[in-house]
């Protein structure tokens, strides 16, 4: 990773806690804030995703992924981003999915990562570990949506921190040495 490549993820894990802590703040009216973060995410991968089709992956063996990715992703952006009229125990339930798969997902990265012989693992399955308890949470307390921004928020915090580790963390570099 270069120097840019980590101060980048270290100043979004800021940026993530920060906006973690105006939400926590502001918790009666960053309803709304966590269907447009959500939303945004979800359309700009989608975006990043076809563009990277449309610029290499549409010559490569298997390209198709990343459109037919791409297109999901903005579809999921685009109901979410529609979700403002719905009452807030749906979206609990739809936040309780993203983080139930987000986590199973991690936590089957860190098993294989183990599975490798590789040290590495115990960050991922941390991260997993709490994006299922999230996902627990969510779906335990269904009927508030006061929660729904503090257990957003809370995953936000834990987000950036990984972040900023994740940026202090020494990585291999391969130099070229003629």
Same mark, same amino acid.
């Given at each position: 990773?270069?120097?840019?490549?980590?101060?980048?993820?270290?100043?979004?894990?800021?940026?993530?806690? @920060? &906006?973690?802590? &105006?939400?926590?703040? #502001?918790?009666?009216?960053? #309803?709304?804030?966590?269907?447009?973060?959500?939303g945004w995410g979800f359309m700009v991968s989608g975006i990043g995703s076809m563009f990277y089709y449309f610029n290499m992956a549409r010559f490569m063996v298997g390209g198709r992924r990343a459109l037919y990715i791409g &297109? @999901? $992703?903005?579809d999921f952006g685009i109901i979410t981003m529609s979700l403002s009229d719905v009452p807030g125990m749906y979206v609990l339930l739809y936040l309780a999915i993203l983080h139930a798969f987000?986590? &199973? @997902?991690?936590?089957?990265?860190?098993?294989?990562?183990?599975?490798?012989?590789? +040290?590495?693992? +115990?960050?991922? $399955?941390?991260?997993?570990?709490?994006? !299922? !308890?999230?996902?627990?949470?969510?779906?335990?307390?269904?009927?508030?949506t006061k929660l729904a921004v503090y257990i957003y928020?809370?995953? $936000?915090? #834990?987000?950036?921190?990984? #972040?900023?580790?994740s940026g202090f963390r020494r990585t291999a570099m391969l130099q070229y040495i003629p």
């Open positions: 990773m270069t120097k840019f490549q980590r101060l980048k993820r270290i100043l979004f894990g800021i940026l993530m806690i @920060i &906006v973690a802590a &105006v939400m926590m703040e #502001y918790a009666d009216k960053s #309803y709304m804030a966590i269907l447009v973060f959500i &297109v @999901i $992703l903005m987000t986590g &199973v @997902i991690e936590i089957l990265r860190a098993r294989e990562t183990m599975k490798n012989g590789s +040290k590495h693992f +115990k960050l991922k $399955l941390s991260h997993g570990i709490i994006d !299922v !308890v999230l996902a627990i949470l969510c779906i335990i307390f269904l009927k508030d928020s809370f995953g $936000l915090v #834990y987000s950036g921190i990984m #972040y900023v580790i």
